[in-house]
């Protein structure tokens, strides 16, 4: 049938728009076709529905998503499965950049809302690239146990200042003391020695 029809396949074709492939003549109508050696009939007989354009086949995706799925859920993944090494499927410098761009972000969002002072800021950002921190976690923790030294250090260092305050001015106020008590003393030995005399 083909070679028969060769020149309308290749005329519906080019009227179509598609390739000689694609274009589907109607067997019952073959007397008719068979006719047809000009574009305009060809058109004719498109416009009847004697010839017409196959559809697309449909190329499916639903087993490639169902795979797919189950890849996320760790199925296909074994030992079996895998071509490279570890660090190549998953390298140790992405997981370190990953790592490091997530403490340093935490870090600067803990600064600018004003939790940490710039000088802790940058005690840590050089703990966090010496690999003191594994996670945002330990980090967190971290900062806390910080805050909380730092605050009892506070606390102590003002009772000791107070306490030093309170004895400096206790010493202050012994000394007047002892000096209105020298005054009070030499001023009383003149007179005993007056009435003595």
């Not at 179509?16 to 492939?21: A, D, I, N, Q």
């Not at 935490?106 to 003191?132: A, C, P, Q, T």
């Amino acid at each position: 049938m083909s070679s028969l029809f060769r020149a309308q396949k290749r005329l519906a074709a080019q009227i179509l728009r598609c390739g000689k492939h694609k274009v589907w003549l109607d067997p019952n109508e073959i007397g008719e076709i068979a006719q047809a050696n000009s574009r305009q009939n060809i058109r004719r007989l498109v416009k009847d529905g004697l010839i017409i354009r196959k559809p697309h086949r449909v190329h499916s995706r639903a087993r490639c998503r169902k795979f797919q799925e189950a890849r996320r859920k760790g199925r296909h993944m074994g030992p079996g499965k895998r071509k490279g090494s570890a660090n190549a499927r998953m390298p140790k410098k992405e997981l370190w950049i990953r790592r490091m761009r997530v403490l340093r972000r935490m870090l600067k969002k803990y600064r600018e809302s004003k939790k940490i002072d710039r000088h802790l800021y940058h005690e840590l950002y050089l703990k966090v690239k010496g690999n003191v921190f594994k996670n945002k976690r330990v980090l967190m923790e971290f900062i806390h146990k910080k805050k909380a030294d730092n605050a009892r250090a506070k606390m102590l260092h003002d009772q000791a200042e107070a306490r030093r305050t309170m004895a400096k001015e206790a010493r202050i106020r012994r000394n007047e003391r002892l000096a209105l008590k020298k005054a009070s003393l030499q001023k009383e030995e003149p007179i005993a020695q007056e009435s003595s005399a």
